[in-house]
């Protein structure tokens, strides 16, 4: 693999918290790529967007219910083959209960302790690990 051959894909997640400190994972359908995997939800950073708007915007259309996106929370990165995941967590709240969503077909609410329990996508195994340690913004 050479250098120029090598794709760097920005992707935006929500860490989205609750009143009770809990955060939304949700598990991505079986047809879908990480199909069956747990993730802290979000998607593709389009050119010329703005990071916190692409949040959002992936949010609504996935879930959709707004959300209000706060400070960053971590940068992870995660190469496979000729490509590197940068995953851009932010910290979030939904504005309301997301009831159902387009890419997902289960979420819940955990714990920061609970994360690793679940079967998470490459990419957002070490925001889990950083979250077990991180305190929370005051929001």
Not at 60 to 66: A, C, H, N, P, T
Not at 79 to 91: G, P, S, V
Not at 105 to 112: I, K, N, T
Not at 129 to 134: F, G, H, I, P, Y
Request: one cysteine or more; charged letters at 20%; proline letters at 6%.
């Amino acid at each position: 693999m050479t250098a120029a051959s090598h794709i760097f894909i920005p992707v935006l997640a929500g860490i989205l918290i609750n009143a009770q400190g809990k955060i939304f994972l949700a598990r991505r359908k079986p047809y879908l790529k990480n199909g069956g995997k747990w993730e802290f939800p979000g998607g593709k950073l389009r050119a010329g967007e703005q990071p916190a708007h692409c949040l959002q915007r992936e949010l609504q259309e996935e879930f959709g219910v707004d959300a209000t996106v706060y400070e960053i929370f971590d940068v992870a990165a995660h190469t496979m083959e000729n490509q590197t995941i940068l995953l851009i967590a932010y910290w979030a709240k939904f504005q309301e209960i997301p009831k159902k969503s387009t890419d997902h077909d289960v979420f819940r609410w955990v714990s920061p302790q609970q994360l690793l329990n679940y079967d998470l996508t490459p990419a957002d195994i070490a925001l889990a690990q950083k979250l077990q340690t991180r305190p929370f913004p005051g929001h």
